[in-house]
Protein backbone atom coordinates (compact mmCIF):
# COMPACT_ATOMS: atom_id res chain seq x y z
CA UNK A 1 0.00 0.00 0.00
CA UNK A 2 2.78 2.25 1.33
CA UNK A 3 4.77 1.72 -1.68
CA UNK A 4 1.79 2.26 -4.56
CA UNK A 5 1.25 5.82 -2.83
CA UNK A 6 4.51 6.79 -2.60
CA UNK A 7 4.84 5.96 -6.60
CA UNK A 8 2.00 8.10 -7.07
CA UNK A 9 2.64 11.04 -4.29
CA UNK A 10 6.59 10.99 -6.43
CA UNK A 11 4.84 11.03 -9.92
CA UNK A 12 2.53 13.31 -9.32
CA UNK A 13 4.80 15.65 -7.75
CA UNK A 14 7.50 15.42 -10.81
CA UNK A 15 4.23 16.22 -12.76
CA UNK A 16 3.57 19.28 -10.75
CA UNK A 17 7.48 20.38 -10.91
CA UNK A 18 7.24 20.56 -14.73
CA UNK A 19 3.82 21.94 -15.43
CA UNK A 20 2.82 23.26 -11.51
CA UNK A 21 -0.54 22.22 -12.39
CA UNK A 22 -2.32 23.24 -9.10
CA UNK A 23 -4.83 21.44 -7.27
CA UNK A 24 -8.01 21.98 -5.28
CA UNK A 25 -6.86 20.83 -1.45
CA UNK A 26 -8.96 18.52 1.46
CA UNK A 27 -9.41 22.17 3.54
CA UNK A 28 -12.15 22.98 0.71
CA UNK A 29 -14.05 20.38 2.09
CA UNK A 30 -14.18 22.09 5.80
CA UNK A 31 -16.53 24.46 7.03
CA UNK A 32 -15.05 28.33 6.93
CA UNK A 33 -15.61 28.96 10.25
CA UNK A 34 -13.06 25.75 11.37
CA UNK A 35 -10.53 26.58 8.44
CA UNK A 36 -10.92 30.81 9.89
CA UNK A 37 -10.22 29.09 13.24
CA UNK A 38 -7.29 27.25 12.24
CA UNK A 39 -5.94 30.16 9.79
CA UNK A 40 -6.15 32.09 13.79
CA UNK A 41 -4.36 29.60 15.79
CA UNK A 42 -1.46 28.96 13.72
CA UNK A 43 -0.66 32.33 12.21
CA UNK A 44 -0.75 33.07 15.67
CA UNK A 45 1.81 30.20 16.38
CA UNK A 46 3.71 30.82 13.38
CA UNK A 47 7.10 31.84 15.70
CA UNK A 48 6.97 28.47 16.29
CA UNK A 49 5.67 26.68 13.58
CA UNK A 50 8.21 25.40 10.29
CA UNK A 51 8.53 27.64 7.52
CA UNK A 52 5.45 26.89 4.67
CA UNK A 53 2.85 27.31 7.19
CA UNK A 54 2.99 30.95 7.55
CA UNK A 55 0.50 31.77 4.74
CA UNK A 56 -2.91 29.23 4.83
CA UNK A 57 -4.00 31.62 2.10
CA UNK A 58 -1.90 29.27 -0.46
CA UNK A 59 -3.91 26.32 0.16
CA UNK A 60 -7.01 28.46 1.25
CA UNK A 61 -7.98 29.37 -2.52
CA UNK A 62 -12.06 30.30 -2.54
CA UNK A 63 -13.79 30.54 0.70
CA UNK A 64 -17.36 31.01 -1.65
CA UNK A 65 -16.44 27.54 -3.04
CA UNK A 66 -15.67 26.16 0.29
CA UNK A 67 -19.27 26.86 1.41
CA UNK A 68 -20.87 25.60 -1.46
CA UNK A 69 -18.62 22.75 -0.97
CA UNK A 70 -19.79 21.98 2.64
CA UNK A 71 -23.26 22.81 1.20
CA UNK A 72 -23.31 19.70 -1.45
CA UNK A 73 -21.86 18.13 1.10
CA UNK A 74 -24.46 18.39 3.74
CA UNK A 75 -26.97 17.85 0.76
CA UNK A 76 -25.68 14.67 -0.31
CA UNK A 77 -25.22 13.04 3.60
CA UNK A 78 -29.08 14.05 3.91
CA UNK A 79 -30.09 12.45 0.62
CA UNK A 80 -28.41 9.11 1.55
CA UNK A 81 -29.87 8.91 4.82
CA UNK A 82 -33.45 10.33 4.77
CA UNK A 83 -33.84 10.61 1.31
CA UNK A 84 -34.27 13.70 -1.17
CA UNK A 85 -35.43 16.78 1.10
CA UNK A 86 -34.39 20.62 0.24
CA UNK A 87 -31.14 21.63 1.98
CA UNK A 88 -32.96 24.03 4.50
CA UNK A 89 -34.03 20.88 5.71
CA UNK A 90 -31.43 19.18 7.01
CA UNK A 91 -31.43 17.28 10.29
CA UNK A 92 -30.24 19.19 13.26
CA UNK A 93 -28.43 15.98 14.21
CA UNK A 94 -26.75 15.51 11.15
CA UNK A 95 -25.42 19.38 11.27
CA UNK A 96 -24.25 18.76 14.83
CA UNK A 97 -22.19 15.37 14.01
CA UNK A 98 -20.79 17.47 11.16
CA UNK A 99 -19.68 19.84 13.28
CA UNK A 100 -18.03 17.90 15.92
CA UNK A 101 -16.24 15.35 13.60
CA UNK A 102 -15.25 19.01 11.74
CA UNK A 103 -13.69 20.02 15.49
CA UNK A 104 -12.24 17.15 15.81
CA UNK A 105 -10.15 17.67 12.52
CA UNK A 106 -9.27 21.02 13.57
CA UNK A 107 -8.36 20.21 16.77
CA UNK A 108 -5.76 17.54 15.58
CA UNK A 109 -4.55 20.00 12.44
CA UNK A 110 -3.71 22.99 14.53
CA UNK A 111 -2.21 20.38 17.42
CA UNK A 112 -0.01 19.21 14.61
CA UNK A 113 1.13 22.29 12.96
CA UNK A 114 1.82 24.20 16.25
CA UNK A 115 5.08 23.73 18.74
CA UNK A 116 6.97 22.79 16.29
CA UNK A 117 11.43 23.51 15.97
CA UNK A 118 11.85 25.69 13.07
CA UNK A 119 14.78 27.25 10.70
CA UNK A 120 14.61 30.14 8.85
CA UNK A 121 16.76 30.65 6.25
CA UNK A 122 15.84 34.49 4.99
CA UNK A 123 18.42 37.27 5.25
CA UNK A 124 18.34 38.46 8.73
CA UNK A 125 19.50 41.70 9.97
CA UNK A 126 21.53 40.67 12.30
CA UNK A 127 25.04 42.30 11.75
CA UNK A 128 27.14 38.32 12.06
CA UNK A 129 23.99 36.42 10.37
CA UNK A 130 23.87 35.41 7.40
CA UNK A 131 21.31 33.35 4.43
CA UNK A 132 21.14 30.62 7.25
CA UNK A 133 21.45 30.29 11.01
CA UNK A 134 21.79 26.84 12.64
CA UNK A 135 21.75 26.51 16.25
CA UNK A 136 23.28 23.50 18.49
CA UNK A 137 26.14 22.54 15.82
CA UNK A 138 28.38 20.28 17.85
CA UNK A 139 32.45 21.10 16.65
CA UNK A 140 34.01 18.01 15.71
CA UNK A 141 37.93 18.52 15.95
CA UNK A 142 40.95 17.15 14.41
CA UNK A 143 44.25 18.01 14.86
CA UNK A 144 43.50 20.88 16.99
CA UNK A 145 40.99 22.79 15.29
CA UNK A 146 37.86 21.76 13.68
CA UNK A 147 36.99 19.58 10.93
CA UNK A 148 33.75 19.92 10.77
CA UNK A 149 30.42 20.03 12.75
CA UNK A 150 27.51 17.87 13.39
CA UNK A 151 23.88 18.62 14.20
CA UNK A 152 20.34 17.17 13.79
CA UNK A 153 17.21 18.45 11.92
CA UNK A 154 14.03 17.16 10.94
CA UNK A 155 13.05 16.72 7.25
CA UNK A 156 10.93 19.65 6.88
CA UNK A 157 13.64 21.93 8.24
CA UNK A 158 16.08 20.42 5.58
CA UNK A 159 13.63 20.79 3.10
CA UNK A 160 12.94 24.71 4.19
CA UNK A 161 16.56 24.94 3.22
CA UNK A 162 16.84 23.67 0.05
CA UNK A 163 13.07 23.63 -1.84
CA UNK A 164 12.67 27.68 -0.46
CA UNK A 165 12.97 30.52 -2.87
CA UNK A 166 15.96 31.68 -0.98
CA UNK A 167 18.17 28.31 -1.34
CA UNK A 168 20.75 28.10 1.35
CA UNK A 169 21.27 24.24 0.55
CA UNK A 170 22.35 23.75 -3.49
CA UNK A 171 22.92 20.80 -5.79
CA UNK A 172 26.17 22.00 -6.93
CA UNK A 173 26.96 19.38 -10.29
CA UNK A 174 30.55 20.37 -10.26
CA UNK A 175 31.11 18.44 -7.25
CA UNK A 176 28.20 15.75 -7.60
CA UNK A 177 26.39 13.09 -9.93
CA UNK A 178 26.18 16.09 -12.81
CA UNK A 179 23.69 17.54 -14.67
CA UNK A 180 21.05 17.12 -17.62
CA UNK A 181 19.58 19.38 -20.01
CA UNK A 182 15.47 19.02 -20.56
CA UNK A 183 13.87 19.35 -23.94
CA UNK A 184 13.18 23.37 -22.51
CA UNK A 185 17.06 23.55 -22.51
CA UNK A 186 17.35 23.58 -18.50
CA UNK A 187 19.86 22.90 -16.53
CA UNK A 188 18.42 20.08 -14.00
CA UNK A 189 20.11 17.97 -11.37
CA UNK A 190 21.27 14.06 -12.39
CA UNK A 191 18.37 12.44 -10.38
CA UNK A 192 17.24 9.25 -10.01
CA UNK A 193 13.31 8.92 -9.44
CA UNK A 194 13.71 5.36 -8.84
CA UNK A 195 15.84 6.38 -6.05
CA UNK A 196 13.43 8.69 -4.96
CA UNK A 197 10.70 6.49 -4.51
CA UNK A 198 12.33 3.70 -2.59
CA UNK A 199 14.13 6.45 0.04
CA UNK A 200 10.60 8.29 0.64
CA UNK A 201 9.23 4.88 0.90
CA UNK A 202 11.18 4.05 3.80
CA UNK A 203 10.49 7.22 5.28
CA UNK A 204 7.49 7.23 5.39
CA UNK A 205 6.94 3.11 7.22
CA UNK A 206 10.03 3.67 9.51
CA UNK A 207 12.24 1.03 7.35
CA UNK A 208 15.24 3.23 7.18
CA UNK A 209 17.47 4.77 9.00
CA UNK A 210 17.63 7.52 5.72
CA UNK A 211 21.46 7.99 6.62
CA UNK A 212 23.34 11.32 7.09
CA UNK A 213 23.38 14.96 5.23
CA UNK A 214 27.04 15.73 4.00
CA UNK A 215 27.23 19.76 3.37
CA UNK A 216 29.83 22.16 2.53
CA UNK A 217 30.52 25.65 2.95
CA UNK A 218 33.20 26.43 0.70
CA UNK A 219 36.16 27.48 1.68
CA UNK A 220 36.53 29.95 -1.37
CA UNK A 221 33.36 31.84 -0.43
CA UNK A 222 34.67 35.68 0.34
CA UNK A 223 32.50 35.73 3.79
CA UNK A 224 33.56 33.01 6.24
CA UNK A 225 31.55 30.49 8.43
CA UNK A 226 30.70 32.56 11.52
CA UNK A 227 30.80 29.85 14.83
CA UNK A 228 28.99 31.00 17.87
CA UNK A 229 31.31 29.04 20.64
CA UNK A 230 28.58 30.48 23.11
CA UNK A 231 25.77 28.80 21.76
CA UNK A 232 27.02 26.81 19.57
CA UNK A 233 25.05 28.42 16.22
CA UNK A 234 26.95 28.04 13.25
CA UNK A 235 25.73 30.78 10.23
CA UNK A 236 26.81 31.67 6.54
CA UNK A 237 26.03 34.11 3.69
CA UNK A 238 26.70 31.89 1.11
CA UNK A 239 24.90 28.53 0.24
CA UNK A 240 25.75 24.95 1.70
CA UNK A 241 26.68 22.41 -1.55
CA UNK A 242 25.28 18.84 -0.66
CA UNK A 243 28.37 16.56 -1.11
CA UNK A 244 26.05 13.65 -0.17
CA UNK A 245 22.52 12.36 -0.24
CA UNK A 246 20.77 14.58 -3.20
CA UNK A 247 17.59 12.37 -3.16
CA UNK A 248 17.61 12.33 0.20
CA UNK A 249 16.60 15.38 -0.14
CA UNK A 250 14.28 15.50 -3.04
CA UNK A 251 12.27 12.89 -1.00
CA UNK A 252 12.01 15.28 1.77
CA UNK A 253 10.61 17.94 -0.81
CA UNK A 254 8.19 15.36 -2.50
CA UNK A 255 7.12 14.55 1.48
CA UNK A 256 7.44 17.95 2.73
CA UNK A 257 4.67 19.49 -0.27
CA UNK A 258 2.07 16.74 -0.10
CA UNK A 259 2.28 17.46 3.98
CA UNK A 260 1.81 21.38 2.90
CA UNK A 261 -1.27 20.50 1.01
CA UNK A 262 -2.84 18.13 3.86
CA UNK A 263 -1.06 17.76 6.54
CA UNK A 264 -3.79 15.14 8.08
CA UNK A 265 -2.80 12.38 4.66
CA UNK A 266 0.31 11.63 5.37
CA UNK A 267 3.15 11.50 8.48
CA UNK A 268 4.68 14.79 9.98
CA UNK A 269 8.26 15.24 8.17
CA UNK A 270 8.79 17.73 11.19
CA UNK A 271 9.34 14.39 13.07
CA UNK A 272 12.04 12.34 11.15
CA UNK A 273 15.28 13.80 12.07
CA UNK A 274 18.36 13.26 10.36
CA UNK A 275 22.32 13.46 11.64
CA UNK A 276 23.57 16.52 9.29
CA UNK A 277 27.60 16.91 8.70
CA UNK A 278 28.66 20.60 7.92
CA UNK A 279 31.86 21.08 6.44
CA UNK A 280 34.51 23.92 5.32
CA UNK A 281 36.20 22.64 2.30
CA UNK A 282 37.98 23.69 -0.39
CA UNK A 283 36.25 22.70 -3.94
CA UNK A 284 38.76 19.83 -4.35
CA UNK A 285 38.26 18.62 -0.93
CA UNK A 286 34.49 18.89 -1.52
CA UNK A 287 35.03 16.38 -4.89
CA UNK A 288 36.84 13.91 -2.77
CA UNK A 289 33.86 14.20 -0.11
CA UNK A 290 31.36 13.16 -2.36
CA UNK A 291 33.51 10.21 -3.64
CA UNK A 292 34.50 9.13 -0.64
CA UNK A 293 30.78 8.61 0.17
CA UNK A 294 29.70 7.47 -2.96
CA UNK A 295 32.62 5.05 -3.98
CA UNK A 296 35.30 4.16 -1.19
CA UNK A 297 33.15 1.62 1.22
CA UNK A 298 33.53 -1.80 -0.45
CA UNK A 299 30.37 -3.11 -1.63
CA UNK A 300 28.15 -5.68 -0.14
CA UNK A 301 27.07 -8.34 -2.39
CA UNK A 302 23.14 -8.34 -3.51
CA UNK A 303 23.23 -11.80 -1.53
CA UNK A 304 24.52 -10.51 1.35
CA UNK A 305 21.74 -7.55 1.48
CA UNK A 306 18.74 -10.13 0.59
CA UNK A 307 20.18 -11.94 3.53
CA UNK A 308 19.87 -8.76 5.85
CA UNK A 309 16.59 -7.37 4.05
CA UNK A 310 13.98 -8.09 7.28
CA UNK A 311 11.18 -6.25 5.51
CA UNK A 312 11.21 -8.47 2.61
CA UNK A 313 7.67 -10.27 2.97
CA UNK A 314 8.98 -12.96 1.25
CA UNK A 315 11.78 -14.17 3.95
CA UNK A 316 9.26 -16.25 5.81
CA UNK A 317 8.64 -18.48 3.20
CA UNK A 318 12.61 -18.39 2.45
CA UNK A 319 13.37 -18.85 5.99
CA UNK A 320 11.06 -22.51 6.48
CA UNK A 321 12.80 -23.36 3.25
CA UNK A 322 16.78 -22.66 3.55
CA UNK A 323 16.27 -24.10 7.38
CA UNK A 324 13.52 -26.97 6.51
CA UNK A 325 14.32 -28.54 3.25
CA UNK A 326 17.42 -30.53 2.10
CA UNK A 327 18.96 -27.04 0.84
CA UNK A 328 19.78 -26.70 4.14
CA UNK A 329 23.36 -26.58 3.75
CA UNK A 330 23.09 -26.22 0.22
CA UNK A 331 22.33 -22.22 -0.13
CA UNK A 332 25.04 -19.60 -0.65
CA UNK A 333 24.67 -17.07 2.22
CA UNK A 334 27.30 -14.37 1.11
CA UNK A 335 28.35 -14.49 -2.67
CA UNK A 336 26.40 -13.39 -5.48
CA UNK A 337 28.01 -16.38 -7.34
CA UNK A 338 28.96 -19.59 -6.86
CA UNK A 339 32.09 -20.66 -7.24
CA UNK A 340 33.84 -23.58 -8.69
CA UNK A 341 35.36 -24.90 -5.79
CA UNK A 342 31.65 -24.75 -3.66
CA UNK A 343 29.06 -27.57 -3.34
CA UNK A 344 26.71 -25.03 -2.61
CA UNK A 345 23.68 -25.23 -5.50
CA UNK A 346 21.63 -21.96 -5.26
CA UNK A 347 22.73 -18.24 -3.53
CA UNK A 348 20.21 -17.15 -0.78
CA UNK A 349 19.28 -14.38 -3.46
CA UNK A 350 18.22 -16.76 -6.24
CA UNK A 351 15.44 -18.37 -3.25
CA UNK A 352 14.69 -14.56 -2.12
CA UNK A 353 13.79 -13.11 -5.65
CA UNK A 354 12.21 -16.28 -6.91
CA UNK A 355 9.37 -16.68 -3.72
CA UNK A 356 8.27 -14.01 -4.85
CA UNK A 357 5.89 -15.15 -7.93
CA UNK A 358 4.27 -17.61 -4.93
CA UNK A 359 2.46 -14.33 -3.82
CA UNK A 360 1.44 -15.20 -0.25
CA UNK A 361 -1.04 -12.95 0.92
CA UNK A 362 -0.40 -13.28 4.61
CA UNK A 363 1.95 -14.95 6.86
CA UNK A 364 -0.65 -18.44 7.01
CA UNK A 365 -0.41 -18.43 3.04
CA UNK A 366 3.25 -17.89 3.38
CA UNK A 367 3.77 -20.64 5.78
CA UNK A 368 1.57 -23.05 3.57
CA UNK A 369 3.88 -22.00 0.36
CA UNK A 370 7.01 -23.01 2.25
CA UNK A 371 6.07 -26.22 3.76
CA UNK A 372 5.31 -26.79 0.04
CA UNK A 373 8.25 -26.42 -1.35
CA UNK A 374 9.98 -27.82 1.43
CA UNK A 375 8.11 -31.00 -0.35
CA UNK A 376 9.22 -29.54 -3.73
CA UNK A 377 12.81 -29.69 -3.19
CA UNK A 378 12.98 -32.70 -1.21
CA UNK A 379 11.86 -34.38 -3.96
CA UNK A 380 13.95 -32.79 -6.62
CA UNK A 381 17.09 -33.52 -4.41
CA UNK A 382 16.50 -36.80 -3.29
CA UNK A 383 14.38 -38.47 -6.21
CA UNK A 384 14.79 -36.81 -9.22
CA UNK A 385 18.40 -35.53 -9.53
CA UNK A 386 20.09 -37.02 -6.74
CA UNK A 387 23.50 -36.91 -8.40
CA UNK A 388 23.58 -33.59 -9.23
CA UNK A 389 22.02 -32.13 -6.12
CA UNK A 390 23.11 -34.64 -3.06
CA UNK A 391 25.92 -35.02 -1.08
CA UNK A 392 28.29 -34.56 -4.32
CA UNK A 393 31.79 -34.11 -4.65
CA UNK A 394 33.43 -30.89 -6.30
CA UNK A 395 34.64 -33.13 -9.51
CA UNK A 396 31.20 -34.54 -9.32
CA UNK A 397 29.39 -31.35 -9.33
CA UNK A 398 31.75 -30.22 -11.92
CA UNK A 399 31.09 -33.17 -14.39
CA UNK A 400 27.63 -32.38 -14.28
CA UNK A 401 27.71 -29.01 -15.23
CA UNK A 402 29.75 -30.18 -18.18
CA UNK A 403 27.01 -32.36 -19.20
CA UNK A 404 23.25 -30.98 -18.02
CA UNK A 405 22.08 -27.30 -17.11
CA UNK A 406 20.34 -28.98 -13.61
CA UNK A 407 23.06 -27.08 -11.62
CA UNK A 408 23.02 -23.76 -13.79
CA UNK A 409 21.26 -20.24 -11.76
CA UNK A 410 19.44 -19.84 -14.62
CA UNK A 411 17.48 -23.55 -14.46
CA UNK A 412 17.57 -23.47 -10.58
CA UNK A 413 15.40 -19.88 -11.25
CA UNK A 414 13.39 -22.45 -13.59
CA UNK A 415 12.74 -25.03 -10.98
CA UNK A 416 10.12 -22.55 -9.15
CA UNK A 417 8.31 -21.48 -11.81
CA UNK A 418 7.85 -25.06 -12.04
CA UNK A 419 7.03 -25.46 -8.57
CA UNK A 420 4.43 -22.66 -8.74
CA UNK A 421 2.50 -24.37 -12.22
CA UNK A 422 2.38 -27.39 -10.05
CA UNK A 423 1.10 -26.10 -6.57
CA UNK A 424 -2.20 -27.39 -5.99
CA UNK A 425 -1.96 -30.57 -8.11
CA UNK A 426 -2.32 -33.88 -6.50
CA UNK A 427 0.01 -35.81 -8.97
CA UNK A 428 2.65 -32.81 -9.19
CA UNK A 429 5.30 -35.51 -8.34
CA UNK A 430 4.63 -37.45 -11.20
CA UNK A 431 4.75 -34.43 -13.59
CA UNK A 432 7.99 -33.15 -11.80
CA UNK A 433 10.00 -36.19 -12.68
CA UNK A 434 9.50 -35.87 -16.45
CA UNK A 435 12.49 -33.24 -15.43
CA UNK A 436 14.97 -35.92 -15.51
CA UNK A 437 13.92 -37.48 -19.15
CA UNK A 438 17.50 -38.33 -20.55
CA UNK A 439 17.64 -35.48 -22.80
CA UNK A 440 15.60 -32.78 -21.59
CA UNK A 441 18.24 -30.45 -19.34
CA UNK A 442 21.05 -32.18 -21.13
CA UNK A 443 22.96 -29.37 -23.08
CA UNK A 444 23.24 -31.90 -25.90
CA UNK A 445 19.05 -30.92 -26.26
CA UNK A 446 18.60 -28.40 -28.88
CA UNK A 447 15.77 -26.83 -27.06
CA UNK A 448 18.37 -25.03 -25.14
CA UNK A 449 20.15 -23.25 -27.91
CA UNK A 450 18.77 -20.13 -27.29
CA UNK A 451 19.82 -19.33 -24.12
CA UNK A 452 23.87 -20.27 -25.27
CA UNK A 453 26.40 -18.41 -26.56
CA UNK A 454 29.86 -19.61 -27.84
CA UNK A 455 29.46 -22.80 -27.13
CA UNK A 456 29.18 -23.29 -22.99
CA UNK A 457 28.05 -19.81 -21.72
CA UNK A 458 24.32 -19.03 -20.48
CA UNK A 459 23.19 -15.58 -21.71
CA UNK A 460 22.19 -13.41 -18.65
CA UNK A 461 19.02 -11.85 -18.98
CA UNK A 462 16.05 -11.81 -17.21
CA UNK A 463 14.24 -12.46 -20.43
CA UNK A 464 15.98 -15.34 -21.36
CA UNK A 465 15.55 -16.32 -17.54
CA UNK A 466 11.74 -16.21 -18.27
CA UNK A 467 11.74 -18.70 -21.22
CA UNK A 468 13.50 -20.99 -19.93
CA UNK A 469 11.14 -21.13 -16.45
CA UNK A 470 8.30 -20.87 -19.32
CA UNK A 471 9.93 -23.80 -21.14
CA UNK A 472 10.69 -26.06 -18.46
CA UNK A 473 6.87 -25.54 -17.03
CA UNK A 474 5.22 -26.27 -20.27
CA UNK A 475 7.48 -29.53 -20.60
CA UNK A 476 6.30 -30.53 -17.03
CA UNK A 477 2.75 -29.79 -17.92
CA UNK A 478 2.30 -31.64 -21.13
Known amino acids: MIIDMVNKLVDDTLKEDIGMAKKKDRFTQMDIGVVNAVKEEVLNGVNETATGFE ?5 IEDEDM ?3 EMKNDEIWDKGSKHGEVESDQIPKNDFNDQRSE ?7 LATRMMNMPTLSNKVKKDENSGIWSIPNCQPIYRNGSIYKWITTLNCYQLNEMYSSKIPSIIYDSSIQRGS ?3 AKGEEKPLIYTANVKT ?6 DNSMDAGQVLLNYAKEYPESLNFNEDDNTLSGQNHLAICDSAHRLESMKIWCKRFKKDPLSIKDPREFYMPVFIFNLDHLGAENLFVEANSKGKAVSRTRLAFHDVFNENRKIVDIVANQSLLKGKIELVSGTISKSSNKIITYKTLLDNVAQFKALNPKEAEEIGLYLVEFWNELISNIFPEAMGNIDIEAKARQKKQSFILENMHIAGFFTVA ?3 RGINDWKTKLKKLADNDFLSRSNPTWGFCLREGDKIINSSKVSKKIGEIM ?3 VMS
Open 55 to 59: SLDEI
Open 66 to 68: IQR
Open 102 to 108: LEKKKEE
Open 180 to 182: RIT
Open 199 to 204: ILSKML
Open 420 to 422: NKL
Open 473 to 475: AEY
